[in-house]
């Protein structure tokens, strides 16, 4: 892709984000294009259906994912519940777009398993977290934050309690 399609693209998946996240399912085409600074043509050029652009930004939300997780590996005592706050803000504001696409959020928080292991093992080895606490009970943790459609302070006072869970009696 040339480097200038590129960067429409980016716009564009940055702008649809927003919208989405703003006008939930009656977002536009149009409000994304007008956001990116792009004609609503090179849009449907990159994207040509609505379903197409939520896939799209879902991907990509994913690889940022991915490799947040991958970075926070550098921190061992702090890093797994810094996924945690971010993939919970990420998953409020991405809830329409999961609802649009008819996708449970399970699916792409499990996927995450393999950049969430290091990071608990990391945790574990700091002695932050439990060492009975196992990958799949964190996920699951993960999956229940995602999907939880909470305020920003509910999603606070509950993340406070699963971390208490996870770090037990220290």
Known sequence: MRADAQRNR???LAA?????AEHGAAASTEEVARRAGVAIGTVFRHFPTKPDLLAAIMKARLAEITARAEELTGDPAGGLFAFFDELAEIAAAT???VELLGMDVADPVASLGGAVLPLLDNAKRAGTVRDDVRLDEVVA???AVCRGGWDADLRERTLRIVFAGLRGHQ
């Open 141 to 143: 943790l993960l999956v």
């Open 95 to 97: 809830r329409t777009v």
């Open 10 to 12: 980016d716009r564009i």
């Open 16 to 20: 649809a984000q927003d919208v989405f």
